[in-house]
T-cell receptor, first 114, second 116 residues
Framework: QKEVEQNSGPLSVPEGAIASLNCTYS??????FFWYRQYSGKSPELIMS????GDKEDGRFTAQLNKASQYVSLLIRDSQPSDSATYLC??????????????FGKGTLLTVNP | EAQVTQNPRYLITVTGKKLTVTCSQN?????MSWYRQDPGLGLRQIYY???????DKGDVPEGYKVSRKEKRNFPLILESPSPNQTSLYFC???????????????FGPGTRLTVL
């Protein structure tokens, strides 16, 4: 069973601080990694994708991938109250034949306090 | 507007009464999937479809059926719903699945199902 682990939180940070979200995965053959944001009662929306080791920056968001350590993280700089949501880590890996499967972590609840 | 739609958005039903949740996408995506989301359990895949007439089980397929007769539609069928199927359901689609990368999955707005 391929697993994706996240700290459940809640993670609470003050407005303007850096929020750091972490994720580990069990399948060493995983190829693609995603961070989704989900507001309460809403559907997940993609905020970052990363495929190779290192950092990828998009505005206030930076995704970091370390395949050797099987670790992916998301940094949110200058956190805003509107960033308060559950963040889902998703990992894509081979599931047999020509099939790939996206496995989600259980999510980390982030609260940004004004 | 590119989107995934689901209907109904909310449904309260009783045990054993067959129901269908519809899912439609207008992006010509090949891959479609159904997930359920429960507190403490996260998103779990129920069924997925790689293309028309090609479907396969996900992690929690028991009690569910799907069909993919057209590329845009992927309905989820509960033949005899039970209270343990009370959940938030999401349909998702992506352009294509496979290879070294995967395309972004776009999610529908969700269907909150309660089975009494």
């Amino acid at each position: 069973q391929k697993e994706v682990e996240q700290n459940s939180g809640p993670l609470s940070v003050p407005e303007g601080a850096i929020a750091s979200l972490n994720c580990t995965y069990s399948d060493r053959g995983s190829q693609s990694f995603f961070w989704y944001r989900q507001y309460s009662g809403k559907s997940p929306e993609l905020i970052m994708s990363i495929y190779s080791n290192g950092d990828k920056e998009d505005g206030r968001f930076t995704a970091q991938l370390n395949k050797a350590s099987q670790y992916v993280s998301l940094l949110i700089r200058d956190s805003q109250p509107s960033d308060s949501a559950t963040y889902l880590c998703a990992v894509n890996g081979w599931s047999g034949g020509s099939n790939y499967k996206l496995t989600f972590g259980k999510g980390t609840l982030l609260t940004v306090n004004p | 507007e590119a989107q995934v739609t689901q209907n109904p958005r909310y449904l309260i039903t009783v045990t054993g009464k067959k129901l269908t949740v519809t899912c439609s996408q207008n992006m010509n995506h090949e891959y479609m999937s159904w997930y359920r989301q429960d507190p403490g359990l996260g998103l779990r895949q129920i069924y997925y479809s790689m293309n028309v007439e090609v479907t396969d089980k996900g992690d929690v397929p028991e009690g569910y059926k799907v069909s993919r007769k057209e590329k845009r539609n992927f309905p989820l069928i509960l033949e005899s719903p039970s209270p343990n199927q009370t959940s938030l359901y999401f349909c998702a689609s992506s352009l294509k699945r496979g290879g070294l990368t995967t395309d972004t999955q776009y999610f529908g707005p969700g269907t909150r199902l309660t089975v009494l």
